[in-house]
């Protein structure tokens, strides 16, 4: 590659990371940078700083791009574990086992003659960000280190576990088929373990409901459904993720996407609700199925709803949609309410909103895009923000349904303090103008004295006529070919 002058780099700014496979959750502050000498299947791109503690584009006075480092990332997508040609089960333990490591570490594992071509070949299959520095001609100098992708990192404890070795398989199928002597759940997965041959190496049993194919993830799935099903049975409080964690898995005591996903599939209940944790997953029902790897989730049988990690979402995995739109509903009750009509989840893809916009739901909405995005909120200021806070962090309109003012006229209030009148009038007044403009009517009479209509109160009047609302939005049910969107 030849050098590129200084003078480009603006234009190669304006163009974005829209093709650079890069995680959504690493975006922010890269954009391709226009180094010279770069090895071929891999891109550089620029090296994040902060301020005010987002990432961003470090630039010069001039606001030209300022490249001292770089980042070598693959240059195509990549799997979510992709196992590169022609190294050891040691060499991808060393990548694995550490976040990070300074390039004098990778020099001493590897040898010096074969650190650079091995460090490129992790690169290439998605395994590392190796970070190099650049000098003032534009050129690729010296590596300084990696550091290993979200990708890896959401599985390396399965990863690890599987390339290091196991105990005798025979012994380890009996320990299992033990462990759900007293759990009837479990009966007919012990049966198909007890099937296997004397002395098969370690592999899943075909037909288990975990649905996955990694030993590790079916293991730490199953241990983690007999203790939780002794605990349901004993009617004890749900245990926590991570003291479920602790008492059923022999050594790591991480959750991964792959684990809560085999652990839901086995115990036919949504990783969220037979867990406490504190960070909610994102809820989905309708045609989308998402996988990471070995493990898949179907949202369009699921019931009443799939839940999926919103981490797992955000950094790795491949999402299949046929979805002609998707409808994000503010509160829980009603969600439960829509995921029930058939007619709306078979060609639509219905989110629960969380009350807010969180980021797992806008990473998933992204992957989604171009899709037309309807929204039902509450009829008040704040599900009015909601929308307009969506729409800014999408940047595309987002279509409101339910949310009239004729309803919201028509529709007993619920009580609220004086405080909180004042301060959703003082919202009002500002959506009115600033706000999505089909609901800035209903903006502009909340802002005349306040007043909210809560989602339960409207249910009778909007979910007979959802269907017809949504057809407005999108007017065919064609969904064409679907889109699949990847996490590199």
Known sequence: MTTTGKATDTRLALHGLAHVPLLLGERGGRVRA????IPPGVMAVSVPVRRDGTAVVPRDRQRNLKIERV????????????????????DLVFALDRGRRDWATVERHFGRDRAWEAALSLVRCGGVVLRCGADEDLHLTAPVGWRRTHAWSLQHADLLQDLRGRPDPDELRAGLVGLAAEVPELAEEAELLAAMPAGA?????????TRTEAWSVFENAFRAAATWWVQRRAGGPNLTAKGLAAKAFRNSKDWTPEREQAFANLVGVSF?????????????RGPLRWSIERVAADAGVAQPWVSLPSKGLHV??????EAVGVLLVENSDTFQQVCGIPEVVATWLCIWGQGHVSDGVVALLLRLSPRPIAAWCDLDADGISIIDVLGRKLGCAVHPVGMDVEIWESTEHRRQKPAQIDRDISLAHRLAVSGPGALRPLAARIAVEGGSCEQEAVQAQVLPMLTG??????????SGEGTAARAR
């Open 34 to 37: 226009p180094v010279g000498g």
């Open 71 to 90: 980042d070598l990332i693959a240059d195509e997508a990549t799997r979510a574990f992709d196992r590169p040609p022609g190294l050891a089960d040691r």
């Open 201 to 209: 190496s370690l592999r899943v049993p075909k037909g288990s409901e």
């Open 272 to 284: 969220d609700q037979a867990v406490d944790k504190a960070d909610t997953d994102v809820r989905v």
């Open 316 to 321: 790795a995995g491949l999402v299949s949609c």
């Open 469 to 478: 609302h949504l057809a407005r939005v999108a007017p065919t049910t064609d």
